[in-house]
C-alpha cells in the first residue's frame, strides 16, 4: 500500500510534503505532485503536512479519487523527483481558501 496525491493539490503544489518523506517517492510537474507507489514506504509522513488534505492512504481514498492511484503511479514514472522544498503556485493560498483550508 502506497499514500496517493489528489486533485486538491492541483493549482497549489505546496511541497511541506517533500520536505518531511524519508525517501525519494515524490514527482512533480508544473501543476501538483504524485507520489509513486513502488518507492513510497507507507509511512504517512506526508498527509499530516498537507496544508490541503490531498494525500490520502491508498486504502482510505473515497471511492470517487480512487482513480488517483492510477493516475499517481503513471505520471511519477515521467516525472522528475522532488528531494525538497519548493515554493507553491502563485494562488495556492487562494485555492487552499476556496477549498475551505
Known amino acids: 500500500m502506497a499514500y ?3 486533485d486538491n493539490c492541483t493549482g497549489c ?3 511541506d510534503c517533500v520536505s518531511v518523506c524519508p525517501v525519494d517517492c515524490f514527482h512533480g510537474d508544473a501543476q501538483m505532485v504524485y507520489i509513486d507507489p513502488e518507492e513510497c514506504i507507507d509511512c504517512g509522513v506526508c498527509a ?3 496544508p490541503v488534505d490531498a494525500i490520502y492512504a491508498e486504502d482510505e481514498l473515497p471511492e470517487a479519487l480512487k482513480h488517483w492511484i492510477g493516475i499517481n503511479a ?3 514514472l ?3 523527483v522532488l528531494i525538497e522544498q ?3 503556485l502563485p494562488d495556492a493560498l487562494g ?3 476556496k477549498l475551505g483550508y
Open 48 to 50: 499530516g503536512q498537507c
Open 74 to 76: 503513471d505520471r511519477s
Open 95 to 97: 485555492k487552499k481558501k
Open 4 to 6: 496517493v496525491v489528489t
Open 86 to 88: 519548493e515554493m507553491p
Open 78 to 80: 515521467r516525472l522528475p
Open 13 to 15: 503544489r505546496f511541497t
